[in-house]
């Protein structure tokens, strides 16, 4: 038995008659399975390059963050000299603080053109450099900053 209409039968008003398969003109509507994919793969290229692009921002900004950190911690320590860490000539450093290193070095400092003519300066000046370093697996980052103090000199017996 067939499903099909029956010849001679009679289709009652209101009802549509069977499907029929029209040829597709260049008026026909929707997208053809081409067309589709083409979109999907440009999509896919797009979603790749804005991930790629927040990916470097997120690692720059973790980047920052930690050459904020050591900054702070070498400035710290430009701020201990003549407290905590003694204003003379030597090399300092201590335990790693939140898992970075520091050293500060004292040295003394004669300006340029300055032949020491002066027989008792009032003022030694000191050239104070702190490095503070973040050990890494990729390398350590490094931050070094340099300040000028000045100190009484030291006399022996006072």
């Given at each position: 038995m067939s499903k099909g209409p029956v010849r001679g039968a009679r289709r009652l008003p209101g009802r549509?008659?069977?499907?029929?398969?029209?040829?597709?003109?260049?008026?026909?509507?929707?997208?053809?399975?081409?067309?589709?994919?083409?979109?999907?793969?440009?999509?896919?290229?797009?979603?790749?390059?804005?991930?790629?692009?927040?990916?470097?921002?997120?690692?720059?900004?973790a980047i920052s963050g930690e050459y904020s950190r050591i900054v702070a911690l070498?400035?710290?320590?430009?701020?201990?000299v003549?407290?905590?860490?003694?204003?003379?000539?030597?090399?300092?450093?201590?335990e790693p603080e939140d898992g970075m290193d520091w050293i500060v070095s004292i040295q003394p400092y004669q300006p340029e053109g300055w032949l020491g003519e002066d027989p008792a300066p009032t003022l030694q000046p000191y050239v104070v450099t702190a490095v503070a370093s973040l050990p890494?697996?990729?390398?350590?980052r490094q931050v070094t900053l340099r300040t000028l103090r000045l100190a009484q000199p030291y006399e022996p017996g006072l």
């Open positions: 549509p008659g069977p499907p029929r398969c029209r040829p597709r003109t260049a008026h026909s509507r929707g997208f053809s399975l081409l067309e589709v994919l083409v979109a999907f793969a440009i999509l896919a290229i797009s979603l790749g390059v804005l991930l790629q692009i927040f990916q470097r921002a997120m690692s720059t900004t070498a400035e710290a320590k430009l701020a201990q003549g407290a905590d860490i003694p204003l003379e000539e030597g090399v300092h450093s201590g890494s697996i990729t390398g350590a």
